[in-house]
Structures are given as structure tokens and as C-alpha cells.
């Protein structure tokens, strides 16, 4: 017994130590210069370690978690803001990266790059590495496990029949394979159609393509109340008035459209709802 007492106490010592030196070493001031990270570290991180978060996510019409990224700095991602902030740890993704690579390093600022996951795996791999960054890696394996936990309560049951559709982005655009679009669109019982019009990653469809083959659903959301989006002036079109009773149009909001991490829960739910409803009205 009084080995296995020991055995506990030297045990407890070593993860408490652990955790302190873990405190000890976490960024006290994190910059996020990219809108998917933000969302990322204010699942992760503590209020007092986010020193300023990107300007992006402050917009309720292209960030899902626009009302706490209010409550933050914010940049527009230039080196002079950033390095006034005076951060010990700066997330950075695309152009920004580039830009303040040969900036950050000479003060003596840690900068961690990332790139746009393109997987469900990659974006779970991209969570878990910035709760690492800030200290907090068991709020990464939380938000994973929450991701995970939604995707399968979204996935279609066994013998309901799938649906083609197109998801409609921002200012027309659409995603193809290899896209994480492209991976919640069929986890969640729909068959992108994307591919069959051309697209091999991110972009236009052409109308005449559309006519040719229509998919079942069309899925976009609204920019603002009474604003019409893309979808509405494709369908709108007169030489899609015809196919109007064909293709159903189904409501995904636009915010969910632009960022994995933590914006995959409501992503897929908004999805399985769509596609419920899809095949609720072709029932009737």
C-alpha cells in the first residue's frame, strides 16, 4: 500500500508540475491574422491570452462567431499593428504569412503558419495544433471530439437515398473534390454536383452547364435580410424559369461556408436540416 500511495503522490506531483510548467510556457498575447484561426483559438485559447483577432471575423454576413470576436481587438493584419500589439505568439495563414515572415522573426516573435484544410482530418489536425500553441491541448481533443460526435449525427441513416446538389458561395462561387465543402456535402447525404460541371477545386459555374444538368437541391444563404444571394439570380434567370419545380432550393447560411475548425458543427447540422427538408417536400 504505501508504495502504491507513492506511486500515486509522485504521479499527482508530475502532472501538476506538468501543468505548471505547460502555464508557464503558454502565450500570454496571441495574434490571429486569418478568420478560420480566430475561430480556432477562441475555442481554445483564454480570453486573456487573444491580444487582437483578424478584422474578418468581426462581420456577422462572412464569421459565424462574429458576436465574441467583437469583444476583441481587432487588426487589418499589417506588421506595424501587429508588432504594436506586442504578441509573443502571431497565427498566420495565406498572403499575411508571407508578409510578415521576414518581420517577426527579427523582433524575436514566434510565428505559426497554416494553410486551408482541405479535409475534415486537416482541420481537426489544425484545432488540436493551436490548443497545443496555447496551452490548452485538451480543448482540442473537446472540440474534436464535438466535431466528430456532430458529423455522425448528421450522416444520412442507412436506405435513405442521397441527393444531388451544389452548395452556391459567396458571389457565385462553388466547390468541387478535395475541398472540405466537397467532404461535409457527401458525410452529410448529399452528391456535389460541382465536378460535373468542370470544377476540380473552387469556382463559376456556368449557367449553360446548370440548364444542361441541374442538380436536385440547390443550397445558399442570405447576405443580409430581403438581400437576394447568388442562387436567387441564377434561378431567377429566364432560362431557368422552367427547371424552378426541379430544383429545390434549400437554405445554407453564407457565414458557415468560409471556415472549418469549430464552424463545422453547425455547418453539417445546417446541411442535414437542408436535406431533411429537401425530402420532406419531394414527398409531398
Not at 45 to 56: C, M, T, V
Not at 77 to 106: F, I, N
Not at 154 to 182: F, K
Not at 215 to 231: D, F, I, K, S
Amino acid at each position: 500500500m504505501a508504495r502504491v500511495l507513492a506511486a500515486l503522490a509522485a504521479f499527482y506531483i508530475a502532472v501538476v508540475t506538468g501543468d505548471a510548467a505547460c502555464a508557464a510556457t503558454s502565450p500570454r498575447r496571441v495574434v490571429s491574422l486569418n478568420p478560420c484561426l480566430d475561430a480556432i483559438l477562441l475555442a481554445t485559447a483564454d480570453p486573456s491570452q487573444i491580444a487582437a483577432l483578424s478584422h474578418y471575423s468581426r462581420d456577422p454576413s462572412q464569421s459565424a462567431v462574429a458576436a465574441r470576436a467583437r469583444r476583441y481587438p481587432f487588426t487589418w493584419g499589417s506588421a506595424e499593428e501587429v508588432v504594436a500589439l506586442k504578441p509573443d505568439l502571431v497565427l498566420t495563414s495565406g498572403m499575411g504569412a508571407a508578409a510578415l515572415s521576414g518581420v517577426l522573426p527579427r523582433l524575436g516573435v514566434r510565428q505559426e503558419s497554416f494553410t486551408v484544410p482541405a479535409s475534415v482530418d486537416e482541420s481537426v489536425a489544425q484545432i488540436e495544433r493551436v490548443a497545443r500553441l496555447v496551452g490548452h491541448p485538451e480543448r482540442g481533443v473537446a472540440l474534436t471530439a464535438r466535431i466528430r460526435a456532430a458529423l455522425e449525427a448528421a450522416s444520412p441513416r442507412p436506405g435513405e437515398p442521397r441527393l444531388s446538389a451544389l452548395i452556391y458561395e459567396y458571389h457565385g462561387l462553388a466547390s468541387g473534390p478535395g475541398t472540405l465543402v466537397d467532404e461535409l456535402m457527401r458525410r452529410t447525404g448529399f452528391d456535389n454536383r460541382a465536378p460535373r460541371y468542370g470544377l476540380t477545386r473552387t469556382g463559376d459555374v456556368p449557367l449553360d452547364a446548370l440548364i444542361a444538368d441541374p442538380p436536385q437541391v440547390l443550397l445558399a444563404g442570405r447576405l443580409a435580410p430581403n438581400e437576394p444571394v447568388w442562387a436567387d439570380r441564377v434561378l431567377s434567370h429566364p432560362a431557368l424559369a422552367a427547371l424552378a419545380p426541379r430544383v429545390r432550393r434549400e437554405t445554407f447560411p453564407e457565414q458557415l461556408m468560409f471556415c472549418g475548425g469549430p464552424t463545422i458543427v453547425p455547418a453539417v447540422m445546417a446541411l442535414a436540416l437542408a436535406r431533411e427538408d429537401a425530402l420532406k417536400r419531394a414527398a409531398r
